[in-house]
């Protein structure tokens, strides 16, 4: 019985039905050379049941709280069914592209059953005429609960589920696994007294702490000659959101990607990616008539583990702000200026300290935190006020080995990520199996038109293309977006 951290319960007090608060990796699989034709359901069904183990996050639920005076307890769900878990789709024919996001769209828009084990599986056939996949392709779509993952042990997941052979079932296994029961009354409410005692005393060791880094990262900022720079901006997508969700993504060929990088010295295959999305939401706002004057600005998770196990369940992150460039134009201009604004905020998150924003949530009260931000974004939305950030964009590693799921190999990753209230545009960024891609989600009212944003996000990763690589011919590598 695990009780969980104030940061993951912030999730849960998020969740609502217009913003269900999960994560979302999808998963695609070439069985063209399955020698037995097809991977059945059943097949899936197995592999999921023998890798249970491999994960905590497969069969606890919440329970407990303490009325929102202290958090909620992980407990193993005595009532786990695995078939309630892992559902059965398929696309209607044709089965392209667009009906895939829709679909997906669709699924990500419904909320988690918060009664049971945070998550689900659904196993996706029909993707008969989706351009850059192998004939007869099946996808998974595994949705987890933001309170239960963060990117990088959502990753872990990924890897935990799947084999590092073609064998078509994982071996049996001792699986010691055991039930059990809520914790009783007595229980959730001393833990909450004592917890309840203890938080100030942390809060107090926490500012203590904070404040020399505080100064410290201030001096590190003022060291910087920085230009005067116009106000904070404020987009259509820093808005109320609804509970109807758009979704696409553009697939990138990661070994290109990486020598785009090498143009500027210095960059990352992030910083590429954080200047395409400027790029892109500079042409789309651009096209509205909505391009603010200054730049916009991405949250950017970090993982502050100091190793990565399979054990790393549960949110371990901070937030680090990058400035997108979206108010240059030239393609290598706004790469060079980004990967210097991430070298900036690099160095004042480290003199911050990155788990800052962790440590501050272990010594508040869980019940007033959720109260605070229900009220601070309410105000946000009513009073026309601009926030440090305009999106996020959550760039995670993923496995870079092959990888099968029941002897299928699995060909492409993407993730789909939670939008909320004022952050309603989410670019969740996966590489793996030589492709990186870029989706991004919001709601239909914030972006009636995904397929336009789309292709904006295609011309700033062309431009950029051809700004650099494509005038080096010797260097390139075949590959395409």
């Known amino acids: 019985m695990q009780q969980l951290t104030e940061m993951d319960y912030s999730f849960v007090q998020m969740e609502s039905n217009r913003t269900p608060m999960h994560i979302s990796p999808v998963m695609f699989y070439d069985q063209s050379k399955l020698k037995r034709g097809k991977v059945r359901f059943k097949e899936i069904l197995t592999v999921f049941e023998r890798n249970l183990h491999k994960?905590?996050?497969?069969?606890?639920?919440?329970?407990g709280g303490a009325a929102g005076l202290d958090t909620p307890y992980w407990i193993e769900d005595d009532h786990f069914d695995l078939e309630f878990h892992v559902r059965h789709i398929a696309l209607p024919k044709p089965g392209d592209w667009?009906?895939?996001?829709?679909?997906?769209?669709?699924?990500?828009?419904?909320?988690?059953?918060?009664?049971?084990?945070?998550?689900?599986?659904?196993?996706?056939?029909?993707?008969?005429?989706?351009?850059?996949?192998?004939?007869?392709?099946?996808?998974?779509?595994?949705?987890?609960?933001?309170?239960?993952?963060?990117?990088?042990?959502?990753?872990?997941?990924?890897?935990?589920?799947?084999?590092?052979?073609?064998e078509a079932e994982p071996p049996l296994v001792a699986d010691d696994w055991q039930p059990e029961g809520a914790p009783s009354p007595l229980k959730v409410w001393s833990r909450a007294y004592i917890n309840n005692i203890k938080r100030p005393v942390r809060l107090l060791e926490t500012v203590t702490e904070l404040v020399p880094n505080a100064i410290r990262a201030r001096n590190t900022a003022a060291e910087r000659q920085q230009e005067e720079k116009p106000p904070l901006a404020r987009t259509r997508f820093n808005a109320r959101v609804s509970g109807y969700r758009v979704t696409d993504a553009i697939v990138l060929d990661l070994d290109r990607v990486k020598?785009?990088?090498?143009?500027?010295?210095?960059?990352t295959v992030n910083?590429?990616?954080?200047?395409?999305?400027?790029?892109?939401?500079?042409?789309?706002?651009?096209?509205?008539?909505?391009?603010?004057?200054g730049s916009?600005?991405?949250?950017?998770?970090?993982?502050?583990?100091?190793?990565?196990?399979?054990?790393?369940?549960?949110?371990?992150?901070?937030?680090?702000?990058?400035?997108?460039?979206?108010?240059?134009?030239?393609?290598?201009?706004?790469?060079?200026?980004?990967?210097?604004?991430?070298?900036?905020?690099?160095?004042?998150?480290s003199a911050l300290g990155a788990s800052a924003m962790m440590d501050i949530t272990r010594g508040l009260w869980p019940g007033v935190t959720g109260a605070a931000l229900r009220v601070a974004t309410m105000a946000a939305v009513n009073a026309d006020i601009a926030l440090p950030m305009n999106t996020i964009?959550?760039?995670v590693p993923g496995p870079q080995m092959p990888l099968y799921m029941s002897g299928a190999r699995l060909h492409m990753m993407m993730g789909i990520g939670p939008v909320m209230d004022m952050m309603g545009l989410f670019h969740a960024v996966i590489s793996g199996a030589g492709k990186i891609t870029i989706n991004f989600v919001s709601c239909r009212e914030l972006l009636p038109d995904p397929g336009f944003y789309r292709t904006c996000l295609e011309e700033a990763y062309a431009e950029l293309e051809a700004a650099t690589v494509m005038k080096k011919p010797a260097r390139a590598t075949r590959g395409q977006a």
Request: aromatic share 4%.
């Open 98 to 166: 667009r009906q895939l996001c829709i679909l997906l769209a669709r699924l990500q828009a419904r909320g988690l059953d918060m009664r049971r084990p945070l998550w689900e599986a659904y196993v996706i056939e029909g993707l008969n005429d989706v351009e850059g996949l192998p004939p007869n392709s099946f996808a998974i779509m595994l949705k987890v609960h933001h309170a239960a993952i963060d990117g990088v042990s959502g990753a872990e997941i990924i890897t935990a589920i799947h084999s590092l052979t073609d």
């Open 393 to 395: 964009v959550s760039n």
């Open 55 to 63: 994960s905590a996050v497969f069969r606890r639920k919440l329970a």
């Open 259 to 267: 020598q785009i990088k090498n143009a500027v010295d210095g960059a």
């Open 271 to 293: 910083d590429v990616v954080v200047s395409v999305v400027g790029g892109g939401l500079r042409k789309y706002l651009e096209a509205k008539g909505e391009l603010p004057e």
């Open 296 to 349: 916009l600005v991405c949250g950017a998770p970090i993982n502050v583990r100091s190793e990565r196990n399979s054990d790393s369940v549960g949110n371990q992150v901070g937030v680090m702000t990058i400035n997108m460039a979206s108010d240059i134009e030239d393609p290598l201009a706004r790469l060079a200026a980004v990967a210097q604004h991430a070298q900036e905020s690099k160095a004042y998150s």
